[in-house]
């Protein structure tokens, strides 16, 4: 006996309906997962960033003093008398810079890691998102945006403007300690102002907040529609 055919469009779209819950509902998992992954990241970049401070201002006024033995006239002070102490302070102030950039060297790693997690935590978002697709997820739904409530695309493009922060944050912390040089004793000593103007457009950059804030509106939302009666 066949099938009524209204019958049939209605287990359709019962079936449809339950395919989309559950893509939704593996979507908010993710998103979870990346909020927990970007806070972590977020905590450890502001400590990385803070805790490179105090070492480029220590560099900076190491540098100064470098110069400073550079200039001195050593022959015409009584330190004329010892010709080798010259060598064994630059020597000593040397291995002392060198040190202070191998730890710069470690916080710039802890940047890196910052944006590798970031990084992994959204690819994952996204290609759970690629998976189920507009197709499963319905593009009505993946659109949908609520008076307090971001769309599912709103907070996707979120994660992304997130990755990028980080992946330029890292960059450019990277560049600027890559360019120094301990034969360019000037550039050192305005490290600290070079890095001030990155923490500076660290902080007027609210993109990592705002996205935090998207998801935990969006994944509230997604469990108090789950939550209610009839879902």
């Not at 989309?20 to 909020?35: E, F, K, S």
């Not at 400073?68 to 000593?92: C, Y």
């Amino acid at each position: 006996m066949a099938t009524p055919r209204g019958a049939v469009t209605s287990l359709e779209r019962d079936r449809a309906g339950t395919a989309m819950a559950a893509g939704m509902a593996a979507m908010a998992a993710a998103l979870r997962a990346w909020a927990e992954a970007a806070a972590r990241a977020d905590e450890a970049a502001r400590a990385a960033l803070a805790a490179s401070a105090p070492l480029l201002g220590s560099l900076a006024s190491l540098a100064a003093q470098m110069r400073a033995a550079r200039r001195l006239p050593w022959e015409a002070t009584p330190l004329g008398a010892f010709p080798e102490l010259r060598a064994r302070l630059w020597q000593k102030q040397r291995g002392a810079a060198e040190a202070l950039l191998e730890q710069l060297g470690g916080r710039r790693e802890e940047l890196r890691a910052v944006r590798d997690a970031v990084g992994a935590a959204g690819s994952a978002a996204l290609r759970l998102y690629e998976e189920r697709g507009p197709a499963e997820l319905g593009l009505e739904a993946v659109l949908r945006r609520g008076p307090p409530c971001p769309s599912l695309a709103d907070v996707l493009e979120g994660l992304q403007d997130v990755e990028r922060f980080y992946r330029h944050l890292y960059l450019e912390s990277k560049l600027l300690l890559q360019r120094l040089s301990l034969d360019s004793l000037a550039d050192v000593e305005a490290l600290p102002q070079s890095w001030e103007r990155i923490l500076e457009r660290c902080k007027e950059n609210d993109v990592v907040q705002d996205t935090l804030l998207k998801v935990s509106l969006f994944v509230e939302n997604h469990r108090e529609l789950s939550c209610s009666p009839g879902s």
